[in-house]
């Protein structure tokens, strides 16, 4: 698929996001009943899902194609644990700098996230998220992007989309920077089941924390709301920052090291040098798409804020 398609693909998840939203307002207002979290957090997903894969099957191309799959060794299964572990401040870092401008969206979920069965949601937040988004993001859109021959254009756009997928600034800021470091381990394997199972080990352990002690995403904001002054505060940031440079580089090695295990290595390294096409990412619909997502997520601070 092309990146044309793959862009009015990205347009059409923003719309059906935003039906599910309203057929969802519309239903409270009229019921007083709520969704149960399960069921939202399955819709919620379907939206991303099924305009993905229809485009894919309306455009002629075989998932297989357009979403690599290829099984990957024992090895680089271990080490991806190892990659997940390693970008824990690096996310942190980021959360934390969000929550300067924006509340953590994940903190303020987590009170309803925890008086449901922890199984449920290592189901849907632990395993189908993950697996909806990857296909999504890392498979579809990035692999369409990259048949443009730009690759890291096409890591940091799909990652930006993938962020802004969230509707919320909070999880857009870290959600883009772990999109790119989820199509990094894509890009050393040449397979979407790397970058799930990343994904689903960093979303099984946050769901694990929140049920146990604390959130580690939400750990930032408690740091910064007991620091008395200005100068605490960049003190703060600036450790998470240290870490996150500290602990991010050592991830690109075990990237690297992947690639090694997989056969990749060359191709990896030599991202930066490969050849381009003469071909602009952006389009009209991906430009409506964007134009839409902010201003949904303006209007959700702005009704945050008078809450």
Known sequence: MDYRRANRAYLYMILSTIAFVAVYTIWIFRTGQDVPLVANNIISEMMI???AIATVLYAGDRLGVVIPLKKIKLPSVLFTALYVVLLFPLVTFVNSLSML?????IAGLSGEIVMMPM???LLTIGLFGPFVEEIVFRGVLLQS???TGKIIASIILSSVLFGMMHMNFNQFAYGAVMGIMLAILVEATGSVLTSFLAHAIFNTVEV???YSTSDM????ESILDTLDGKYQLLL???IYFVLAVIFTAIAVCVAYK??????RSEFFINIPRCKKQGYKLITIPLIIAVIIAVAYMFLVEYLNNLA
Do not use: C, H, K
């Not at 995403?217 to 930032?220: D, G, I, Q, T, Y």
């Open 145 to 147: 992007y990259q048949r």
């Open 217 to 220: 995403l939400s750990e930032a």
């Open 49 to 51: 899902l099924i305009p």
């Open 119 to 121: 199984w449920q949601m």
């Open 236 to 238: 703060s940031i600036g």
């Open 258 to 263: 992947i690639s090694q295990i997989e056969g």
């Open 208 to 210: 694990i924390m929140m």
């Open 101 to 105: 401008f924006v509340d953590n969206t």
